[in-house]
């Protein structure tokens, strides 16, 4: 099946500071990419969904200035979390969708974000 | 809205034991259904999905799931697990076309399974 390639698998960082989390399809081309965040014992869920080369629509209670996404080819997505705060600390999941097979996506392995 | 529950939150297994995973949904409409597994520290990998068709749908590894609409269900089973199956499973559900043009997986807080050797 398609790779996708999620980098860094953790961070650590200090509040305040800003921290891009990369996410890449190895294999395939990816029209549309996925940005999850899951908290502990709960489900995925999804912050936002982006388009190669426009802007990223973000899910209802997500702030699109603390958590920007850019898209900026194919094959990549990065998610910056901006101005990072304790509260930033989760789980992030990047998946993405190839533009033949509508219904799958393949999903990245996480990064952990601890923010001290 | 469309939503996902997954019951059992932790199961615990011998090896050859029968594994059976509840899945349940909310919404009337057309679905589309899938299971998930994440092994540990691995990405989250399809076992199976159901579009339309034959209710008892095959996936990877042995697993199958049946599909019941009257129940809004998609149960996940296998008739032999093996310690190899440890790992979380999600079921997750596609429903209608957002105003964006995409559908969006909602998935479930996840089971995790253990199997003892």
């Known amino acids: 099946g398609a790779v996708v390639s999620q980098h860094p698998s953790r961070v650590i960082c200090k509040s305040g500071t800003s921290v891009k989390i990369e996410c890449r399809s190895l294999d395939f081309q990816a029209t549309t990419m996925f940005w999850y965040r899951q908290f502990p014992k709960q489900s995925l869920m999804l912050m936002a969904t982006?388009?190669?080369?426009?802007?990223?629509?973000?899910e209802q209670g997500v702030e699109k200035d603390k958590f920007l996404i850019n898209h900026a080819s194919l094959t990549l997505s990065t998610l910056t979390v901006t101005s990072a705060h304790p509260e930033d600390s989760s789980f992030y999941i990047c998946?993405?969708?190839?533009?033949?097979?509508?219904?799958?996506?393949?999903f990245g392995a996480g990064t952990r974000l601890s923010v001290l | 809205a469309q939503s996902v529950s997954q019951h059992n939150h932790h199961v615990i297994l011998s090896e050859a034991a029968s594994l059976e995973l509840g899945c349940n949904y909310s919404y009337g409409g057309t679905v589309n259904l899938f299971w998930y597994v994440q092994y540990p520290g691995q990405h989250l990998q399809l076992l199976l999905k159901y579009f339309s068709g034959d209710p008892l749908v095959k996936g990877i590894k042995g697993f199958e799931a049946e599909f019941i609409k009257s129940k809004f269900s998609f149960n996940l089973r296998k008739p032999s697990v093996q310690w190899s199956d440890t790992a979380e499973y999600f079921c997750?559900?596609?429903?209608?076309?957002?105003?964006?043009?995409?559908?969006?997986?909602?998935f479930g807080t996840g089971t995790r399974l253990l199997v003892s050797p």
């Open positions: 997750a559900v596609k429903g209608p076309t957002l105003n964006t043009g995409f559908q969006k997986l909602v």
């Open positions: 998946s993405a969708r190839v533009w033949e097979d509508d219904n799958i996506q393949y």
């Open positions: 982006s388009n190669e080369g426009s802007k990223a629509t973000y």
